[in-house]
């Protein structure tokens, strides 16, 4: 087992990353304020991990409480919502219950969001079980529900006591959410980690054939990238906005479509070779980057052409991402493999030209 830690004075937390921590009771129960837990989970993950959980709990003496939501992106919303209120209400939940959070990153937003407001805050343990919440959701205290006008924009930072990432669980993974993770993992070899680029480049092969060292690598670089951005913008005022790499036209397709259409990380796949194009339509990276970005991002069977919206279309869905500023839509963009930045400026000859219908499907 591996443990990092998200530094945040005294709201740190660890994460542990191995294989079989679902049966380490200890770490979950030295984290609880009282012996009593709310498992959130949802239909799919509950039938695979959630029985042996709550077993291994109650027999360390902890009283559990189950909550199965419905699958899928597009229950993010209130209604999924106040059915954790629902159920903790009326089972009488106090503030030293602690929300844990067991499956991937909607169960993790849905859960956090729920601790974060639930008598006004109580703690939450993460157990994501896909790849993308191991490397990406779980960390950084990030919960939200999506609006049909925008993408996780009713939400509020809330940190976890605790992220426990099981790599085993990722065993169970569908291919498709396999992929969608890695387009997390490869995203911080753009922004920042030119060497785990070249990595992932090198072992991709072996992550798409769920070699549990590749994996368990590509997990804890991914979370010690996150959580050294974390630690010095805990709030998203300045480096943190870099992770969003892909995701100001990434969630543009999947408001666009309708949430759930696309997976987060195919739509944020998408995104990224669209930053990439503008990028080199600004003249900061050439054809040779543009077309590594492409090509791995291929190589892990995620899209790398987008649908066409319609360019107002476009423009409208960006308009409601969370970095827009002073009316101003803020993209991430590279300067070269290893090197994202913030830009305010973009000209909007060149978002059309990226954006055509012929330069989207190129």
């Given at each position: 087992m591996i443990a990092l830690e998200v530094g945040l004075g005294d709201r740190s937390y660890p994460i542990y990353i191995g294989t079989g921590l679902l049966a380490e009771t200890t770490l979950i129960t030295k984290h609880l304020a009282q012996p009593r837990v709310a498992i959130v989970t949802n239909e799919t993950i509950a039938p695979l991990y959630l029985d042996g959980l709550t077993k291994t709990l109650e027999a360390a003496g902890v009283r559990v409480l189950p909550i199965v939501l419905p699958d899928g992106e597009s229950h993010k919303v209130w209604d999924t919502l106040n059915i954790v209120f629902d159920r903790m209400l009326t089972a009488r939940?106090?503030?030293?219950?602690?929300?844990?959070?067991?499956?991937?990153?909607?169960?993790?937003?849905?859960?956090?969001?729920?601790?974060?407001?639930?008598?006004?805050?109580?703690?939450?343990?993460?157990i994501p079980t896909t790849l993308l919440a191991q490397v990406d959701s779980?960390?950084?205290?990030?919960?939200?529900?999506?609006?049909?006008?925008?993408?996780?924009?009713?939400?509020?930072?809330?940190?976890?006591?605790?992220?426990?990432?099981?790599?085993?669980?990722?065993?169970?993974?569908p291919d498709r959410e396999l992929s969608a993770g890695l387009a997390e993992v490869i995203k911080y070899g753009i922004i920042g980690d030119a060497p785990f680029f070249d990595w992932l480049e090198a072992n991709l092969d072996r992550l798409l054939a769920r070699d549990p060292e590749a994996l368990a690598y590509a997990v804890r670089r991914s979370c010690e990238n996150k959580a050294h951005v974390v630690a010095i913008d805990e709030r998203e005022t300045g480096p943190r906005a870099l992770l969003n790499l892909g995701h100001t036209f990434g969630h543009a397709i999947e408001a666009g479509l309708g949430f759930g259409q696309w997976l987060h990380g195919e739509a944020v796949a998408a995104g990224m070779v669209l930053a990439a194009r503008t990028s080199r339509a600004l003249g900061h990276i050439g054809d040779a980057e543009v077309q590594r970005i492409e090509r791995i991002l291929a190589r892990a069977r995620l899209p790398v052409s987008a649908p066409d919206l319609g360019f107002e279309r476009w423009l409208e869905l960006m308009g409601h991402d969370k970095k827009v500023e002073a009316g101003t839509t803020r993209f991430i963009l590279v300067r070269r493999i290893g090197e994202a930045y913030i830009d305010a400026s973009v000209p909007r000859a060149v978002l059309e030209r990226v954006l055509a219908p012929d330069a989207v499907h190129a």
């Open positions: 939940c106090e503030r030293k219950t602690t929300v844990v959070a067991l499956g991937g990153g909607v169960v993790g937003d849905l859960a956090g969001f729920a601790a974060a407001t639930y008598q006004r805050g109580v703690p939450f343990i993460q779980s960390v950084g205290g990030k919960t939200a529900i999506n609006h049909p006008l925008g993408k996780n924009m009713i939400g509020a930072f809330h940190q976890p006591v605790a992220v426990i990432a099981d790599t085993d669980t990722l065993r169970t993974l």
